[in-house]
C-alpha cells in the first residue's frame, strides 16, 4: 500500500516511515500541504496520509473535499499534544498516531487503511471448490461479480483472483462504491481535468487510471447511482473513460471485479440496477458461501485468527480448548468471517490461561436474519410492549440510547465504520457526521478498526 508522509522523515516521524515500510508500505513524502496535493492529484494509489500535527490539517481536508480526493487522513504527534490532537480529529483527520511510534499501531493503521489482511484460509469442500473455480477464472481476462452475504470474504477472493491472473505484478486498486459519496466517487473513479468543477485546481488521476495493468475492484456496487452505472458501462464497453472535464478519452488496460452483498440479478429485474450494466460485470459469477454453510472452516479459522492477534498483539499463542472449538461450532455467524475475526480478536486479548475458553467467547445472543444488507426495522422491531430490552430503555432519552448503540456497535466490528454502518442500517456519512459530534462533545470514539488496546 502507498503512504503518504507529510513532514521530515528525521525525527520520530521517520521511524513511523521506517516501520511502514517494514510491514511492506510504499512511501511517498513530501515537505508541506501544497506538495503533498500535487502528489495525490497525480497519484490514485495513495491509501493513507500521515500528517504531521502541525502543518493545516484543517486546510488539508478542506482542499480534499473540495477537490473531491478521498484518502484516509492520520494526524502524527507526540502524546503530550492532546489538545492538538483532538483539535486535529476535529478537523477531519480520521485519527491520531501519538509518537514516538508504536509498531502494532501503525500495523493496524496500514491495515485499516487497506481493507485487512489478505491471508485466505479454506478447508471446507465446499468453500475449496470455490477457491478452485475462482483460480480456474484467474486467468481470463473477463470481469467477474463475487456475489455473497457481508463479511464472507469477497475482498479476500478478489485479491487471490489477482495475484493468480497475469496482471499480478500491476496494481490491485480497491474502491468501495458504499463508502463514498455519488459526487465524490464519480471523480475518485474517473479523475478529472483542472477547472472540471470549483474545486478543480490541478489534475487528478483517478482509480481507473491507477489501476492500468493491473485489477480494479468496485466493493459493493449495487450501491452506485444509476447515472454512474451509466458511465461505469461505457468504460467497460469501449475500454476508455473521460476525466470529468476532460476531452481526450483516455484508453484502459483493466480488469474489472465487482463485488456484491445483495441479489444483484433481483436488484436488475426490479430496475434498481442496469441490467446490461449487471451482464457486463457477470461474464463470470462467483457466489461465497456464508459461515454456516462451510463449518469445516469455521476452526481454522478462528485458530488462524488465535495466531495472527497474538502475534499481532505481542501475546503468546493459545491454542483453541475443545470446548470452544465445540461453541464456535454450534454458532450460525450471521456476521460471517468478519464477525468471527473480531469474537477471536476480543478473546486473544481477554484470554488467560493456557488455553482460550468457551467462558471468554463473547457470543451474541443468536440473531434470526442473517447480517448482510440492512434491513427493515419493521422486520427485526420486537411487538410493542413485549420485549423486556426495549422496556428496559422506557425513561432515557432516544439521544443517549442511540449514542450508546452506536458506540456499542463500534466496539462489536472493532472500529470498522463500514461494516457498523451496514449494521445500524445508516450511511457511512450519517455515521460520520455522529461520530464527529461525539468527538466534539469530548466522548471516547473507538477508532478505525484499532481494537480494545487502542481504545
Ligand atoms: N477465507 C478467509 N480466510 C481468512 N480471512 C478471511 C477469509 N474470508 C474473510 N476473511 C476475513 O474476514 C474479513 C471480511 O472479509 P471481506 O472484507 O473480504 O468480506 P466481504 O464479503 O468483502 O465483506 P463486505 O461485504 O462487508 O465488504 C476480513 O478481515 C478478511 O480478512
Known amino acids: 500500500m502507498r503512504v503518504l508522509i507529510i513532514g521530515s522523515l528525521a525525527g520520530e516521524l521517520g521511524k513511523a516511515a521506517k516501520i511502514a515500510v517494514a510491514r511492506?508500505?510504499?512511501?511517498?513524502?513530501a515537505d508541506d500541504i501544497r506538495t503533498a496535493l500535487v502528489i495525490l492529484r497525480g497519484n490514485a494509489g495513495v491509501q493513507l496520509v500521515l500528517c504531521e500535527l502541525h502543518h493545516d490539517i484543517a486546510a488539508l481536508v478542506r482542499s480534499l473535499a473540495h477537490e473531491r480526493i478521498v484518502v484516509s487522513v492520520v494526524a502524527c504527534g507526540l502524546e503530550r499534544d492532546s489538545e492538538q490532537a483532538l483539535q486535529a480529529v476535529r478537523d477531519g483527520a480520521q485519527d491520531f498516531l501519538p509518537l514516538p511510534p508504536d509498531p502494532e499501531l501503525i500495523a493496524a493503521m496500514l491495515a485499516a487503511a487497506a481493507g485487512e489482511s489478505h491471508a485466505m484460509i479454506a478447508r471446507d469442500p465446499v468453500m475449496l471448490a470455490t477457491?478452485?473455480?475462482a483460480e480456474q477464472v484467474a486467468r481470463a481476462q473477463a470481469s467477474v461479480l463475487i456475489s455473497g452475504e457481508s463479511g464472507t470474504g469477497k475482498e479476500v477472493i478478489a485479491r487471490h483472483i489477482h495475484r493468480r491472473s497475469m496482471r499480478s505484478t500491476g496494481p490491485f486498486i480497491a474502491v468501495n462504491c458504499a463508502a463514498i459519496p455519488d459526487h465524490l466517487l464519480e471523480s475518485e473513479l474517473f479523475g478529472h481535468e483542472k477547472g472540471a468543477f470549483s474545486g478543480a485546481v490541478a489534475r487528478r488521476i483517478g482509480k481507473f487510471e491507477a489501476a492500468q495493468q493491473g485489477t480494479l475492484l468496485l466493493d459493493e456496487i449495487s450501491e452506485m447511482d444509476v447515472r454512474l452505472q451509466a458511465k461505469l458501462l461505457r468504460a467497460i464497453q469501449e475500454r476508455e473513460i473521460d476525466r470529468l472535464g476532460g476531452s481526450v478519452p483516455v484508453k484502459l488496460d483493466v480488469r474489472i471485479l465487482?463485488?456484491?452483498n445483495r441479489d444483484l440479478?433481483?436488484?436488475?429485474?426490479?430496475g434498481r440496477f442496469r441490467s446490461d450494466l449487471y451482464f457486463r460485470l457477470n461474464v463470470i459469477?462467483?457466489?461465497?458461501?456464508p459461515l454456516r454453510d462451510r463449518r469445516e472452516d469455521i476452526v481454522p479459522l478462528a485458530e488462524?485468527?488465535?495466531?495472527?492477534?497474538?502475534?499481532?498483539?505481542?501475546?503468546?499463542?493459545r491454542q483453541l480448548s475443545d470446548d470452544a472449538g465445540a461453541r464456535l461450532l454450534r454458532h450460525d455467524w450471521p456476521g460471517n468471517v468478519r464477525e468471527l475475526e473480531n469474537l477471536m480478536h476480543r478473546a486473544v486479548l481477554l484470554a488467560e490461561g493456557a488455553t482460550i475458553s468457551a467462558?471468554?467467547?463473547e457470543m451474541p445472543s443468536e440473531p434470526t436474519t442473517p447480517a448482510q444488507a440492512p434491513v427493515p426495522v419493521a422486520e427485526t422491531a420486537p411487538a410493542i410492549g413485549g420485549d423486556h430490552a426495549?422496556?428496559?430503555?422506557v425513561g432515557r432519552r432516544m439521544e443517549d440510547v442511540e449514542q450508546a448503540l452506536i458506540i456499542e456497535t463500534l466496539n462489536h466490528t472493532l472500529g470498522n465504520r463500514t461494516h457498523a454502518a451496514t449494521m445500524l442500517g445508516i450511511s457511512i456519512r450519517a455515521l460520520r457526521n455522529k461520530l464527529r459530534d461525539y468527538v466534539e462533545q469530548g466522548l471516547p470514539v473507538p477508532p478505525p478498526q484499532a481494537g480494545h488496546w487502542a481504545a
Not at 426495549?390 to 430503555?393: E, F, K, R
Open 24 to 29: 511492506g508500505a510504499r512511501l511517498e513524502q
Open 131 to 133: 477457491l478452485r473455480r
Open 258 to 260: 465487482a463485488t456484491t
Open 265 to 270: 440479478a433481483a436488484e436488475a429485474a426490479a
Open 285 to 289: 459469477g462467483l457466489t461465497l458461501p
Open 304 to 317: 488462524h485468527y488465535a495466531r495472527h492477534y497474538a502475534d499481532v498483539n505481542g501475546l503468546p499463542y
Open 359 to 361: 467462558a471468554i467467547l
Open 390 to 393: 426495549v422496556c428496559s430503555l
